[in-house]
C-alpha cells in the first residue's frame, strides 16, 4: 500500500539522540507512512543504530560523503512516496499522535499548504508558542522564522513544485523554505503541542551561528522586498535591497506600504512603533555603535523621506543624527587634546606626521594643555593651512575671512592682519571638551551651522575651508548661505576631501557636485588635487582636491 506521509529525517553524528527519535516516528498512532532517513555520512555510531531496526516502514539511504542538512532532505524528498512530506530531526522527539493529527488537519482544510505545530524544549518543559494564523505567520516573517522546522507537514505536491530546499543557504534554508511557502499560499501552525525540541551545542544553530545570520538576512531580505512589492502603491516606487540593509527599515517600509494601500492608520501606526523603537534603541548604543547603524539605515530613511512616509518620525531621526554626528565630534576632539599632551611631552614621537617638538620649538603656556595646543598651532596647524589652501600669510591684509568649520584651533588666525570669523555649531562643546579658546582673542567665533550664518549680506571678502565643507548638515543651504554672505567679488578657497559618505562626514563630493554647487563663485576651478595633502595619505579611491579662484 503507498504510504500517505512520507518522513524525512536526516542524521549527521546523532547516535546519542538517533534511537529517541526514530522511536517515535514508528510508535506514532498513525500507521500508513514511511521514514525516510538520510545518513550523511556520519563519524559516530549512528548508521550502527539505524541497523538495530528492523521495520518495514523505515528506508535507510547513506551519503558517500557529507553533502550537508538540506541537501539531505533535498535527496530524501526525491524518493519519497507520501502525498504529504513530514520534516523531523534527529535529535528531536514527536508526540505519539502527531502525524495522525497534522493528517487530518491537512485532510481537512486542503487550502492550506503546510502546517506546524506548538513544542516543548526538552530538559525546560516549557513552550515557546508560535503564531496560528496565516496572516500573523505572514507578517512575523518579516523579522524571522516563526516556525519549528521539524514540526512542519507539507503536501508534497507544494513543496516539489517549490523545488524542495533550496541549498545555496546551507544553514538558512528552513527560514527560505518558509518564506517561499507563506508567498505560495496558507500555511499555519496548529495549537497542539506534539513535539518535543531539543537544544545543544551540535545544532547547525548553535555551531554556524554567524553564517546562518548571513544566510537569515539575504533571505529575509529577499521575502521583505517580495511582500513590499505585493503591498506597493503604483505611485511609489519600490526600495532596492542596500534602503533595506538594516531589517528593521524593511519592516517599517512594508508597514508603510500597508497603510496606504489600505487606507488604514492601523498599519501605519505599526510602522511608527517599529520606527520609535528602533530609535530607542539607538539612543542606548554607544557612540561607535550609533554611527554604524546610522550608516545602516541611511539609505532606507532616504527612501522613506523621498515617498512621504512618517515624515514627523523621520524628523526624530534628523535630530539624532546630528546629535551622534556633534557627539562623535566632541569625543574625537577630547582624544585630540590627550594626544596633543602626549606629543607636547615627547610620548608620542609622531601625531599626524608631525614629530614631536624639540625645547626649541616648543611654545610655553599657562598650563601643558595651552603650552601642548600654542605648540601644535605652530607646528601644525599653520602650516598645514598655508600649503592646503596654496596662500602665504600675507594675502589677506585687510580683508574680512570666515573660516567655515574653523574647529577648536582657528588656523586661519595665521593671516597677518586679517579680521578672522569662525563659524562652528560646536564652539561651545569644544570649550566643554577642555579646549581653551579664551587663547584666541582676536578671532570672532559664530556658534553656528554654515546653513544659517548670523551675518549680514555681502560681508565677507575671503570664504575659506579646510576639510571641514563634508561635515555639514545640508551643503545646498550651506551653498545659498554662503552666496548671500560673499561680496560679489569674493575670494574663494576650500580644500576638500573627496570620499564615501560617514555619519561624521555624510557628504559625498566629487567635482560635478561641488561645482553645481559653487559655480556661482567667479573664477573658481580645481587649482589642484592629489591624494596627499600636508599630512595626510587618502585611501583607496579618495582624495584632497583645492577649489579657489585666486
Request: charged share 25%.
Amino acid at each position: 500500500m503507498k504510504p500517505e506521509v512520507s518522513v524525512i529525517m536526516p542524521v549527521y553524528n546523532m547516535e546519542s539522540y538517533l534511537k529517541e527519535a526514530v522511536d517515535s516516528i514508528l510508535r506514532q498512532s498513525f500507521e500508513n507512512f514511511e521514514l525516510i532517513v538520510v545518513d550523511d555520512a556520519s563519524t559516530d555510531r549512528s548508521w550502527d543504530v539505524l541497523c538495530t531496526y528492523y521495520d518495514s516502514r523505515l528506508i535507510c539511504l547513506r551519503n558517500v560523503e557529507n553533502i550537508g542538512n538540506y541537501s539531505s532532505r533535498n535527496k530524501g524528498m526525491r524518493v519519497a512516496k507520501g502525498k504529504y512530506i513530514c520534516v523531523m530531526d534527529a535529535d528531536d522527539i514527536a508526540f505519539p499522535d502527531r502525524i495522525e493529527k497534522q493528517f487530518e488537519y491537512m485532510e481537512q482544510h486542503p487550502g492550506v499548504l503546510a502546517c506546524g505545530c506548538q513544542f516543548i524544549c526538552i530538559g525546560i518543559d516549557h513552550t515557546y508558542p508560535r503564531p496560528l494564523k496565516y496572516q500573523d505567520i505572514r507578517l512575523q516573517l518579516l523579522k524571522d522564522n516563526r516556525f519549528l522546522h521539524p514540526s512542519l507537514f507539507i503536501r508534497a505536491s507544494v513543496l516539489k513544485e517549490l523545488g524542495g530546499y533550496d541549498e545555496r543557504y546551507r544553514y538558512s534554508s528552513d527560514y527560505d523554505l518558509a518564506c517561499r511557502l507563506a508567498l505560495k499560499g496558507e500555511i499555519v501552525n496548529m495549537p497542539d503541542v506534539l513535539m518535543r525540541y531539543r537544544i545543544h551545542n551540535a545544532q547547525i544553530s548553535s555551531a554556524y551561528r554567524s553564517e546562518q545570520k548571513q544566510y537569515a538576512h539575504e533571505i529575509r531580505q529577499k521575502y521583505q522586498l517580495e511582500m513590499i512589492r505585493r503591498f506597493k502603491s503604483l505611485d511609489n516606487d519600490m526600495p532596492d535591497s542596500e534602503d533595506m540593509q538594516y531589517s528593521v527599515i524593511g519592516e517599517i517600509i512594508f508597514y508603510c506600504h500597508c497603510g496606504k494601500l489600505l487606507n488604514s492608520q492601523f498599519w501605519t501606526k505599526i510602522a511608527e512603533k517599529l520606527a520609535y523603537k528602533l530609535l530607542e534603541h539607538i539612543k542606548s548604543l554607544s557612540i561607535e555603535q550609533q554611527q554604524f547603524v546610522m550608516n545602516e539605515i541611511k539609505s532606507g530613511l532616504c527612501y522613506l523621506q523621498r515617498n512621504g512616509f512618517i515624515q514627523d518620525i523621520l524628523g526624530l531621526y534628523d535630530k539624532q543624527n546630528r546629535e551622534i554626528k556633534q557627539n562623535a565630534e566632541i569625543v574625537f576632539w577630547e582624544s585630540e587634546i590627550q594626544s596633543y599632551q602626549a606629543w607636547y611631552n615627547g610620548n608620542l614621537p609622531m601625531l599626524y606626521n608631525t614629530p614631536c617638538p624639540s625645547l626649541e620649538q616648543k611654545v610655553t603656556g599657562d598650563s601643558l594643555l595651552q603650552s601642548a595646543i600654542l605648540t601644535w598651532t605652530e607646528l601644525h596647524q599653520i602650516p598645514k593651512y598655508l600649503n592646503d589652501l596654496d596662500v602665504d600669510r600675507n594675502c589677506f591684509r585687510g580683508k574680512k575671512v570666515l573660516d567655515v568649520g574653523c574647529g577648536p584651533i582657528p588656523s586661519a588666525m595665521c593671516f597677518e592682519k586679517a579680521e578672522i570669523y569662525g563659524v562652528d555649531p560646536l564652539i561651545s562643546n569644544y570649550e566643554k571638551a577642555g579646549f581653551p579658546l579664551y587663547l584666541y582673542p582676536n578671532v570672532h567665533f559664530i556658534e553656528s551651522g554654515a546653513e544659517a550664518i548670523p551675518i549680514e549680506d555681502h560681508f565677507f571678502d575671503v570664504i575659506l575651508s579646510v576639510n571641514a565643507i563634508d561635515h555639514v548638515d545640508d551643503l545646498e543651504k550651506v551653498s545659498r548661505e554662503l552666496r548671500r554672505v560673499a561680496k560679489p567679488d569674493c575670494m574663494f578657497l576650500m580644500h576638500v576631501h573627496y570620499h564615501k559618505e560617514t555619519v561624521p562626514e555624510p557628504i559625498e563630493i566629487n567635482d560635478s557636485i561641488f561645482f553645481h554647487l559653487f559655480g556661482w563663485v567667479k573664477g573658481i576651478k580645481v587649482k589642484k588635487r592629489s591624494r596627499r595633502s600636508f599630512t595626510s595619505i587618502a585611501r583607496e579611491g579618495e582624495e584632497f582636491v583645492l577649489w579657489s579662484n585666486l
